[in-house]
């Protein structure tokens, strides 16, 4: 019995359990549903709240449409009937304010069309202050706009739009929107640089002006540790050389510069530098090249500098290597002057130069009118004018050369009597010299050259001269000169007429240009280059001869024999064919000449010429007595 009363305890306890659990599922169910329920009437609530919001800013736009069109229909019942105000452009500038723009020094800043034309329009004096300054503001934006708008495409273009410009006035705000556009896009150097050489090739004193400017900017920048402008401004001047606007000495002043006391900055600068005009530097001064890529093979080895910088010298060797494949000095869409036309400026990266900056601004011209009238003459020098005048000109001509002929059409000859292209073509071969490594390449580079008629006695005086002034003889010359007289014959005979003009004016020379003269020519007689018949020009004698001569004379056949040997030597002066032209050199026609000679040749060394002298000498009064009987 007490089991079965614990048993029924335990199951009325149990049960009491299940029926807890029950009403907490109940209560736990109550709950989700209170949840649930205040879940959705916050939802419905927020949505409400949305749309009322909807509905607001819907009824707002509708209510600010409304006034738009009420605006609208007020104005218009308001304005006149005909649409007189409609038609009306500008209201009229009052005084104030048209002093106000015409004073004050806006420096580029926006004028309205509108106003700026109507405030030309008001101006009657074209010479006057408020009217020059008006044209300076649009001279000012209109070559800004078309440097920011040149490339490779329309470059031909855009050249013709900057010389309408006045760049003689504005060449101060051409260079600073040029420079300015280039260091914001360096990208785009190399068209700059076109430009600047087609600018360069018809007004050089612009195109000296920008360098200039280019020039004191990189030194500035150098001293100051700019980076970006310093390797801004040399990336344009190396493509300037490239342009042949610069001489290639800046090239090479900037460089050594750069790495004479070498930095991270200034060895990046420097291999950036390379990689632009390097083309041009190996071309045209391979020896220089060498030098530089030897100081950058010892800063290499020193490895004194970070690995990026290293890898950047090695790249550049790499890049010599291929022979500057990917970085040629210029593409073929800029190579737009041709070499005559070339204006090539020697400058000195240490000289003191002038900015001038006060042309950068605005400046009151009592001559502009004059001016004006000047480069108008010169544009249409240089583009023929406008291309509506040109349109019309063409109309007119073909107009009149339907109905007659001018019989002044004809071709005129004109003639060059300054000599500026003959300077110019020889400081081209001394160039050439100067930067050729073998006497082989030089000659190569001479007949690739479009020498014209008449140039080539030019050519043999340059070489010549080349040779003269060098401290030593060099058997360079003696076998360049050689080499193109076996080339062409046209050199073989200027050289001929050239030893009978240095022979007659030898008394000019100094005693060193006179031995490598003499040298040089005893070469060429060696070598056959020039006939022998050119020393019929010398005449020993003590009256024929000075100092000069007999120094000239003595050094030219002390070399033949030492080239020949004596043997050979007097062998050739007693040829048959060539005994007559030798007549000078060993005169029989009078004693004392004869004993002049004897004694001549005696005294340096080549006595064992005078042998038939001698005996000719010993015969002489046998001669002259038999003649007499």
């Not at 001016?371 to 023929?384: T, V």
């Not at 063409?394 to 005129?412: A, F, I, L, R, T």
């Not at 050199?585 to 001549?600: G, L, V, Y």
Request: proline letters at 3%.
């Amino acid at each position: 019995r007490d089991n079965s009363d614990s048993d029924r305890d335990s199951r009325r306890r149990h049960k009491r359990r299940r029926d807890n659990s029950d009403s907490d599922r109940d209560s736990r169910r109550r709950h989700k549903r209170r949840r649930d329920n205040s879940d959705s009437d916050s939802d419905r609530e927020s949505r409400r709240r949305h749309k009322r919001r909807r509905r607001g800013s819907s009824d707002s736009n509708s209510d600010r449409e409304s006034r738009r069109r009420r605006r609208r229909d007020e104005r218009a019942t308001d304005e006149p009937s005909g649409g007189a105000a409609a038609a009306e452009p500008v209201k009229k500038l009052d005084d104030a304010e048209k002093a106000k723009l015409l004073t004050s020094r806006t420096g580029g800043a926006y004028i309205p069309p509108a106003k700026l034309k109507l405030l030309q329009e008001q101006i009657n004096d074209k010479s006057s202050e408020a009217y020059q300054r008006l044209t300076w503001e649009a001279l000012k934006k209109s070559l800004n706009g078309l440097i920011n708008k040149v490339n490779v495409a329309n470059i031909s273009f855009i050249v013709r739009e900057v010389f309408r410009e006045n760049l003689v006035r504005g060449r101060g705000l051409f260079a600073r929107s040029l420079m300015k556009a280039q260091s914001s896009s360096p990208s785009f150097t190399h068209v700059y640089a076109a430009l600047v050489s087609i600018i360069n090739s018809k007004m050089p004193q612009v195109g000296e002006f920008i360098l200039r400017r280019l020039i004191l900017q990189f030194r500035r920048s150098y001293r100051r540790n700019d980076k970006t402008l310093c390797a801004t401004s040399a990336r344009f001047i190396g493509h300037l050389v490239n342009q042949a606007v610069v001489h290639e000495i800046v090239a090479l002043q900037m460089l050594t510069l750069l790495l004479e006391h070498p930095t991270d900055d200034s060895l990046e600068i420097a291999v950036a530098f390379m990689k632009e005009c390097g083309a041009k530097l190996t071309e045209v001064c391979p020896r220089g090249v060498i030098g530089l890529f030897d100081r950058l093979r010892d800063i290499l080895h020193q490895a004194q500098v970070e690995k990026r910088v290293q890898y950047m010298i090695e790249v550049m060797f790499a890049i010599r290597k291929d022979k500057f494949k990917e970085h040629p000095a210029v593409i073929e869409d800029l190579d737009l002057v041709e070499e005559e036309d070339q204006v090539t400026h020697m400058m000195d990266l240490e000289d003191t130069f002038d900015p001038e900056s006060i042309i950068d601004v605005f400046k009151f011209d009592p001559k502009y009118t004059e001016n004006e009238e000047s480069y108008k003459a010169i544009r249409e020098e240089i583009i023929g004018g406008s291309s509506s005048e040109e349109d019309e000109s063409g109309e007119d001509e073909s107009d009149d050369d339907d109905d007659d002929e001018n019989p002044q059409s004809e071709k005129v000859d004109i003639h060059d009597m300054t000599d500026t292209n003959m300077v110019a073509f020889r400081r081209v071969v001394y160039l050439t010299i100067m930067s050729s490594l073998s006497f082989e390449e030089c000659a190569h580079k001479f007949m690739k050259m479009d020498i014209k008629p008449g140039f080539e006695k030019g050519l043999c005086d340059m070489v010549l001269e080349c040779c003269s002034v060098e401290r030593s003889y060099l058997k360079f010359y003696g076998q360049l000169v050689e080499r193109l007289c076996q080339l062409n014959k046209v050199y073989q005979e200027g050289y001929v007429e050239i030893f009978r003009e240095q022979y007659d004016t030898i008394h000019r020379l100094e005693t060193n240009k006179l031995r490598n003269v003499a040298k040089i020519f005893s070469w060429l007689l060696y070598k056959d280059a020039i006939p022998w018949t050119v020393l019929q020009s010398i005449r020993l004698s003590e009256d024929d001869t000075t100092s000069s001569s007999r120094i000239f004379v003595k050094v030219l056949f002390q070399e033949l024999s030492e080239y020949m040997g004596l043997p050979k030597f007097n062998a050739r002066l007693k040829d048959p064919f060539l005994s007559p032209y030798f007549e000078g050199i060993m005169p029989r026609d009078n004693p004392r000449d004869t004993r002049f000679a004897i004694n001549f040749f005696t005294m340096i060394g080549l006595g064992g010429l005078t042998d038939d002298l001698r005996e000719h000498l010993k015969n002489a009064p046998r001669q002259i007595m038999s003649r007499n009987i």
